[in-house]
T-cell receptor, first 115, second 113 residues
Framework: EAGVAQSPRYKIIEKRQSVAFWCNPI?????LYWYQQILGQGPKLLIQ????????DSQLPKDRFSAERLKGVDSTLKIQPAKLEDSAVYLC?????????????FGEGSRLTVL | KNQVEQSPQSLIILEGKNCTLQ??????????LRWYKQDTGRGPVSLTI?????NTKSNGRYTATLDADTKQSSLHITASQLSDSASYIC????????????FGTGTRLTVIP
């Protein structure tokens, strides 16, 4: 079974530039998450999708971050314009259902460096 | 407020030694608790899941415990290996709520030869 795919693995941009990250979850997984993980910290939820609908985006900085999950499969996270404090690893995770016990399957992450 | 706290923040041990990582939580109503291992540059991978009725569960050299009364969990690593060097993240699930997953900040374990 293929895992969660993310790209790019690494991205370096200057502040005020834009960047987009892509995630393809495990086939059949209804729930998809984007997390931001700053060095030395645990993952922080940015947005949760159930199929192609948003379940929770309360911690997404909507003035600069946007995300979509068209057709309920793959997803894109965009940052525009980027700030220095956006330097982090962006993790995508999926799980098969919207229940409470399912294991999260994470991708390798996309490491963003903002100069 | 739903919170998950882990200790220690970091730990260095000699290869072959044992260690114990702690996770305290205030998440309610509680559904389950998972320990994830995150190797450097990789995404977290689930090691074990603990539900309300379970006290101990083992996965090879990893043994997790849960005390639902005191809302504490521990992850014990036996006979550590260099490959155990990683961050270990405690994630607690609540039964209800749109965002029902609560993450600890992790313990960074370094095993040295």
């Amino acid at each position: 079974e293929a895992g969660v795919a993310q790209s790019p693995r690494y991205k370096i941009i200057e502040k005020r530039q834009s960047v987009a990250f892509w995630c393809n979850p495990i086939s059949g997984h209804a729930t998809l998450y984007w997390y931001q993980q700053i060095l030395g910290q645990g993952p922080k939820l940015l947005i949760q999708f159930q199929n192609n609908g948003v379940v929770d985006d309360s911690q997404l900085p909507k003035d600069r971050f946007s995300a979509e999950r068209l057709k309920g499969v793959d997803s894109t996270l965009k940052i525009q314009p980027a700030k220095l404090e956006d330097s982090a690893v962006y993790l995508c995770a999926s799980r098969p259902d919207g229940g409470f016990s399912g294991e999260l399957f994470f991708g390798e992450g996309s490491r963003l460096t903002v100069l | 407020k739903n919170q998950v706290e882990q200790s220690p923040q970091s730990l260095i041990i000699l290869e072959g030694k044992n260690c114990t990582l702690q996770c305290n939580y205030t998440v309610s109503p509680f559904s389950n608790l998972r320990w994830y291992k995150q190797d450097t540059g990789r995404g977290p991978v689930s090691l074990t899941i603990m539900t309300f009725s379970e006290n101990t569960k083992s996965n090879g050299r990893y043994t997790a415990t849960l005390d639902a009364d005191t809302k504490q969990s521990s992850l014990h690593i036996t006979a550590s290996q260099l490959s155990d060097s990683a961050s270990y993240i405690c994630v607690v699930s609540a039964i209800s709520g749109a965002n029902n997953l609560f993450f600890g900040t992790g313990t960074r374990l370094t095993v040295i030869p």
